[in-house]
C-alpha cells in the first residue's frame, strides 16, 4: 500500500510542477502587461475617456454602513469585519522509535502523547489511537464570520465587492464603551474580555478543554490605494489578454509601479511554495516506492537502516533533476535561456549524484 501511495505521489508532482510554471508565468505576463498600460488619476476624475482602462487611483475608502457581530454586540463602521475563533483542544503527537531486534528483522514502536493546545481548526479526538480521557467537542460554540460592506466608495468611485474583499484587515481592539451595544445576556456568564479580545470558558488563565479565544480583523475607512479596470463609476476586475484578472489593493499611498512589485513579489513566493511543494512530494513518492526494498533488506540486522539510508541518498537528487526538467518545461516558450540554464543545471546535479554513487561503491 505504501508502495502504491507513493507511485501517486511521484506521479502527481508533475502536473502539480507543470500547473504551477503555467500559472506563475500567466500572472507575470498579465503584471507585466498591466504595469505597461495603467495611467493614474485622481479619485474624483470620473472621465468617460477612461472608460475599459487599468487606472490606479488612491483615495479614502468610506462607507456608510454599519458592521455587526451579533453574537458579541459589536457594531462598527469599517470596510471589513471578521471573526477569528480558536478552541483548547486535545492533540495527538506520535513518535516512532525502530530497533533491530535480536536474530534479525525491526522493531517499531510508537509512542502517543496527548497535550492540550488552541487551534483553529476543529480535532477530531475520535480518530486518537487513545481517545479515552481526550475527547474533544465536536463543535465550535461560535464559528468564524467574515463581513464586508456593500457600498464602498473611493472617491467618486464605487468598488466591486471583489476589490473589497482583497483589502488588507488589521487587528481590531474591542473596546466596551465604544464598540459594543449590547452583550447576550445567555452568554454573558462565561464571556471574558482580555486585552481587546473574548474569551469564552471559565477562567482565561488557566483554559479548559473546549474554551474558546474570539479574536477580531477590520480594515477601518481609510486610504488605499487600488488598481483596477474603470467601468463608467465603477472600479472591477480588469483581464489580460492572456485572460488572468488584475485587480490590487493596498493600503496606503502607494504608486502603481510599487504595487505592482509587490503582486510580482507575491507570486513568486506563491510559485516557491509550491515548487517546494513538489519537490517533497516527488521525494516522498521516491522514498515510499522503494519501502518494499528496505523491508526485505530490514531481515539482515544494519543492512536496513543503510539501505534505508541509501535510499534516501537515491531518491532527493534524482526528484530534485526532475522537478527541475519540469520546470524548465514549462519555461521553454516564455523565457528559453531560463529553460536552458534550468536544464543545465539538472544534468550537472545528475552527474554529480553518479559520480558521488560511484565513488562511495569504488
Known amino acids: 500500500m505504501a508502495a502504491f501511495i507513493g507511485f501517486l505521489m511521484f506521479v502527481g508532482a508533475f502536473p502539480l510542477e507543470l500547473w504551477n510554471e503555467s500559472r506563475a508565468i500567466n500572472q507575470e505576463r498579465a503584471l507585466q502587461e498591466g504595469e505597461k498600460s495603467v495611467i493614474s488619476i485622481t479619485a474624483q476624475d470620473l472621465t468617460p475617456e477612461n472608460e475599459g482602462k487599468l487606472v490606479h487611483i488612491t483615495g479614502k ?3 456608510k454602513e454599519q458592521l455587526q457581530d451579533q453574537d458579541f454586540g459589536i457594531k462598527v463602521n469599517a470596510l471589513k469585519l471578521n471573526r477569528a475563533v480558536q478552541m483548547y483542544q486535545w492533540t495527538e503527537d506520535t513518535s516512532t522509535t525502530s530497533h533491530d531486534k535480536l536474530g534479525g528483522g525491526t522493531e517499531t ?7 492540550p493546545a488552541w487551534s483553529e481548526a476543529l480535532i477530531d479526538s475520535n480518530s486518537f489511537h487513545h481517545p479515552s480521557g481526550h475527547a474533544n467537542p465536536r463543535s465550535f460554540e461560535f464559528g468564524p464570520l467574515k463581513q464586508q460592506a456593500d457600498a464602498v466608495n473611493l472617491g467618486k468611485f464605487s468598488l466591486e465587492s471583489g476589490i473589497v474583499n482583497k483589502i488588507p484587515v488589521k487587528p481590531f481592539r474591542v473596546d466596551v464603551d465604544t464598540h459594543i451595544t449590547t452583550l447576550p445576556a445567555a452568554r454573558s456568564h462565561k464571556l471574558h474580555l482580555v486585552d481587546g479580545h473574548f474569551y469564552v470558558g471559565t477562567n482565561p488563565s ?7 479565544k474570539i479574536s477580531f480583523e477590520f480594515a477601518p475607512i481609510g486610504d488605499y490605494s487600488v488598481v483596477a479596470k474603470q467601468e463608467q463609476n465603477r472600479l472591477v476586475a480588469y483581464t489580460a489578454s492572456n485572460g488572468n484578472s488584475i485587480e490590487l489593493v493596498q493600503a496606503g499611498d502607494m504608486s502603481a509601479q510599487e504595487m505592482f512589485k509587490v503582486a510580482e513579489r507575491e507570486n513568486a513566493v506563491i510559485t516557491w511554495m509550491l515548487r517546494l511543494v513538489g519537490v517533497l512530494l516527488m521525494f516522498g513518492g521516491m522514498v515510499s516506492m522503494a519501502s518494499p526494498i528496505r523491508a526485505i533488506f530490514g531481515v539482515i540486522p544494519f543492512v536496513g537502516d543503510l539501505a534505508g539510508f541509501s535510499i534516501v541518498l537515491f531518491a532527493f537528487p534524482i526528484s530534485l533533476t526532475l522537478s527541475l526538467i519540469t520546470i524548465a518545461i514549462g519555461w521553454i516558450a516564455f523565457r528559453p535561456l531560463v529553460a536552458f540554464a534550468l536544464f543545465a543545471f539538472a544534468m550537472v546535479l545528475m552527474f554529480l549524484s553518479l559520480k558521488m554513487r560511484r565513488t562511495k561503491q569504488g
Open 206 to 212: 488557566y483554559p479548559s478543554v473546549g474554551d474558546e
Open 109 to 115: 514502536i510508537t509512542e502517543y502523547r496527548y497535550d
Open 61 to 63: 475608502a468610506t462607507t
